[in-house]
Nanobody, 116 residues
Framework: QVQLVESGGGLVQTGGSLRLSCAAS????????MGWYRQAPGKQRELVAG???????NYADSVKGRFTISRDNAKNTVYLQMNSLKPEDTAVYYC??????????WGQGTQVTVSS
């Protein structure tokens, strides 16, 4: 069982920045996608950004131009650089890993709070 550990969450002011990290417990050699989801109170979990093992990326419309996802395959780690943060970004952010063809893993989540 692969374990994912998130870090980097915290409290920031509007317009500030945070960098989230997610480290996998094992080396992932197969085709895979790592991503970040978030869930605000009373709302459904939504995809924020994803990145493939080939480093192709995709973003939710709400974060395009502000967030950047990247990965370091040698370190089994995915990052989410979040700039120009807004109160609407407040949520628990979860790391997610899909290993082809059908394995799925979730991290425990890290809280991001953006004050007005």
């Amino acid at each position: 069982q692969v374990q994912l550990v998130e870090s980097g969450g915290g409290l920031v002011q509007t317009g500030g920045s945070l960098r989230l990290s997610c480290a996998a417990s094992e080396i992932i050699l197969s085709i895979n996608t790592m991503g970040w989801y978030r869930q605000a109170p009373g709302k459904q979990r939504e995809l924020v950004a994803g990145i493939t093992s080939g480093r192709s990326t995709n973003y939710a419309d709400s974060v395009k131009g502000r967030f950047t996802i990247s990965r370091d395959n040698a370190k089994n780690t995915v990052y989410l650089q979040m700039n120009s943060l807004k109160p609407e970004d407040t949520a628990v952010y979860y790391c997610h890993l899909v290993v082809w063809p059908s394995s799925s893993y979730w991290g425990q989540g890290t809280q991001v709070t953006v004050s007005s």
